[in-house]
């Protein structure tokens, strides 16, 4: 004789789906070596990995309390690209700075 199978309630088919849907956030189905296996998702803020949101959103003084310099904008005025101004105009004729 067949085994008769129950029906689950309605709070377990609940409780089943919400631990499915927990299950597919936190893990993703790859192929390694011609096999699916599961692996856990890489962290995301606002739907964006991790490195992105920090080159986007930090802020120099983080970015250096955190040593990511690497990730630190560059300022162009601090390697003097433009010529100054200011010391063509106290050169005297002769070039004498004075």
């Given at each position: 004789m067949a085994k008769v199978k129950k029906q689950l309630t309605p709070a377990q088919k609940s409780?089943?789906?919400?631990?499915?849907a927990d299950?597919?956030?936190?893990?993703?189905?790859?192929?390694?070596n011609g096999k699916q296996a599961r692996i856990k998702?890489?962290?995301?803020v606002d739907g964006m990995p991790v490195d992105q949101?920090?080159?986007?959103n930090a802020d120099p003084v983080?970015?250096?309390q955190n040593e990511l310099w690497e990730l630190m904008p560059i300022e162009?005025?601090?390697f003097g690209s433009e010529p100054s101004t200011e010391?063509?105009?106290t050169e005297?004729?002769?070039g004498i700075p004075f």
């Amino acid at each position: 004789m067949a085994k008769v199978k129950k029906q689950l309630t309605p709070a377990q088919k609940s409780a089943k789906k919400a631990a499915q849907a927990d299950r597919q956030r936190k893990y993703q189905w790859v192929f390694m070596n011609g096999k699916q296996a599961r692996i856990k998702r890489p962290p995301t803020v606002d739907g964006m990995p991790v490195d992105q949101f920090i080159e986007e959103n930090a802020d120099p003084v983080w970015l250096h309390q955190n040593e990511l310099w690497e990730l630190m904008p560059i300022e162009d005025d601090l390697f003097g690209s433009e010529p100054s101004t200011e010391s063509s105009e106290t050169e005297d004729e002769n070039g004498i700075p004075f």
